[in-house]
């Protein structure tokens, strides 16, 4: 069949299939993105369950069944601003943090994310209402428990991705974070491209030359791309198709040799040698990988290819013995953030010339619940309903703190009055009002939730 007879061919089949298709099913139609789009987000989960006693919700003293962070569980040798405070005997705990100008206490393995005191905004007492793994990393990212194992309603990502990223290549991008796209009033554009890692895309993006070489490969894609257009302007219902040029015209982008080392984790450490150091000695002794993924975003945000990036970094279930290492751990990953804000400075915006990337990036951190007050027998400890979270946003209130725990039990208490009355914010309200910062309404996606304000920049 020749060029010209199977494009007419094409053309008179789709003119007869595509409104019997649209009877058949419904379509959800691809409406035309927001204009003036020039925010980007970035979400991490910290997996397994951080101690925030150590970090975001410092305690420091035995009160209640609280038993602090002490020399006796933790190794202390590699922590930046651990400064001994004596409990009893020979046991002792750390100083309080709060630097000069904060509003915000931190602990001990806040490390040099404290220098950022002023551009952080920290939740305490999250009701997080579960100990399960599963259940509470679903409900920080959807705001909704598991159904039968499944997500009832799609992750933050995921929402932000289709209200803000269907012109982009990667709407949402997603390395083992708990990404969902649930729903029928979502745009199939947006569902996160979920894997490993990024080198896992990259070499998935590699191709031989022993048949066909790139020029080849970039002329099928783009008469395919040019053939799904056309068609697409002869049809009533033209969602189809104009779906199938933007993913073969993708297809281009990705395969063009210019955006492979967006996906190729050795160039990205070269690119950002201050987020992800590999000189002797200066690697990161847990989350190497979780730099990757931050030199990913930022490089990947210049670009302008993605709208969202998510992330996991853990585990921080330390029942045992590692307790010792719970301290570096978020360290470690504080460390991550630190730097990643600094590159974010000093990176242009892809739209904005006169711009800075972090005047329109927003993060946030979230762990699906946090470890007990006690410490168990083997010296760690274990699940508890109570969470924290942590936000770098302009949309959002710095150097400010919302929220608490109750001093005895760290359990959350109520924070502010809702719509059913006083009580403790959950995550489904950290949700909506990440979304009710950029104008979304959140019920338009979200049964549970409401927007704090107080959070929000006047």
Request: net charge neutral.
């Amino acid at each position: 069949m020749t060029d010209t007879s199977r494009r007419r061919f094409l053309q008179v089949l789709a003119g007869a299939s595509a409104a019997g298709a649209a009877m058949q099913f419904p379509l959800q139609a691809f409406a035309d993105p927001p204009n003036g789009s020039d925010e980007f987000f970035l979400f991490i989960h910290a997996a397994g369950a951080w101690d925030v006693m150590l970090g975001l919700d410092p305690r420091n003293e035995r009160r209640g069944l609280i038993e602090p962070p002490n020399t006796d569980v933790l190794d202390i040798t590699a922590l930046d601003r651990w400064n001994d405070v004596a409990l009893d005997g020979d046991t002792r705990s750390f100083e309080l943090v709060r630097p000069t100008g904060s509003n915000i206490t931190f602990g001990p393995a806040i490390g040099e994310l404290g220098n950022f005191y002023d551009r952080v905004t920290v939740v305490n007492g999250l009701a997080v209402n579960t100990v399960s793994h599963p259940d509470g990393t679903v409900f920080a990212a959807t705001g909704r428990h598991l159904s039968g194992g499944r997500a009832p309603e799609s992750s933050i990502d995921t929402l932000l991705g289709n209200e803000f990223g269907r012109d982009k290549l990667f709407p949402v991008v997603s390395m083992n974070f708990p990404s969902w796209f649930v729903g029928a009033n979502l745009d199939r554009r947006a569902m996160p491209l979920r894997t490993g890692s990024v080198d896992t895309v990259g070499r998935s993006l590699s191709r031989s030359n022993l048949n066909t070489y790139d020029a080849d490969r970039d002329a099928v894609t783009a008469l395919l791309s040019r053939e799904a257009t056309e068609l697409a302007a002869r049809q009533q219902f033209p969602e189809v198709f104009n779906g199938m040029g933007l993913q073969y015209e993708g297809l281009r982008r990705m395969l063009a040799s210019n955006l492979r080392s967006v996906f190729d984790g050795t160039a990205l450490a070269a690119m950002y040698p201050t987020l992800v150091p590999t000189a002797a000695g200066a690697r990161y002794r847990f989350f190497q990988t979780g730099a990757v993924n931050a030199a990913f975003a930022v490089e990947a945000m210049k670009r302008n290819v993605v709208r969202c990036v998510s992330f996991s970094m853990g585990s921080f279930d330390t029942h045992n013995t590692n307790y010792r290492n719970q301290a570096m751990l978020q360290q470690e990953l504080f460390a991550v953030i630190a730097r990643l804000i600094r590159t974010l400075d000093s990176t242009p915006h892809p739209t904005i010339t006169t711009d800075r990337l972090s005047e329109h990036t927003h993060i946030l951190v979230v762990s699906e619940f946090c470890r007990t007050p006690q410490i168990n027998l083997s010296g760690g400890r274990d699940h508890y309903p109570n969470g924290s979270a942590l936000v770098v946003s302009p949309a959002f209130r710095s150097n400010f703190v919302y929220g608490s725990s109750d001093p005895d039990q760290l359990l959350p208490r109520p924070s502010g009055m809702f719509t059913d009355g006083m009580r403790a914010i959950a995550p489904p309200d950290l949700l909506a009002t990440m979304l009710g910062a950029f104008g979304v309404d959140p019920r338009r996606y979200m049964r549970d939730g409401e927007v704090v304000r107080a959070l929000l920049r006047a």
